[in-house]
């Protein structure tokens, strides 16, 4: 009897631990994920790291997403931080959202290069272009008090592609963004930054 108890405790913990991962999961590919910030690009905003150090990863902001809204189709606004899939040449699914999340991604020992944070700078119709270091969009020099420093390579003038979002980083001079890759498809954007976390003394909303 006394077996049969314990191996029914067993599985009634079983049980509950595959529910509540169950429920973990779901709750990071539809509602909240976190993101550790990575590379420089996103200076002076969020404070990056080499993925490849250790020490590095330790000292790098982490975030928060918000992905429902994305989910629910509502569209980014300008000035919104968030993160993107860098792969624009392929159709992205619910089934990459499952497997990139991050409860799956750390169980697979995989941390994707492909997702960038980044700046929401023009949405759909927008016209950008660079005029003497700064960037104007539909005929209006950008207010950008975050930015690192002005922009000193020049970019193409463009309009945004319908059901697409041009995206930069706030160290313009050493980021990899749309001035690279072109513009990125909704679909590619993964969540909106909502909350820094980490470090302790820089939590702040956004």
Known sequence: MFVIRILKEIVEWTKTLIFVFSITILINVFIFEPYTVSGSSMEPTFQGADI??????????????????HILGVEAKHGDIVIVDSRVERIRTLKDEFLDN??????????SEDFWIKRVIGKEGDVLEYIDGKVYRNGEELNEPYINEEMEEPFTKVVVPENHVYVMGDNRNLSK??????????ENIRGSVVVRYYPFEKIRTF
């Open 177 to 186: 963004d749309s001035r690279a890759i072109g513009a990125i498809p909704v």
């Open 52 to 69: 490849f150090s250790a020490n590095d990863v330790l000292k790098a902001d982490r975030v928060f997403l918000f992905k429902l809204p």
């Open 102 to 111: 991050f409860l799956v991604s750390l169980i697979r020992g995989h941390r």
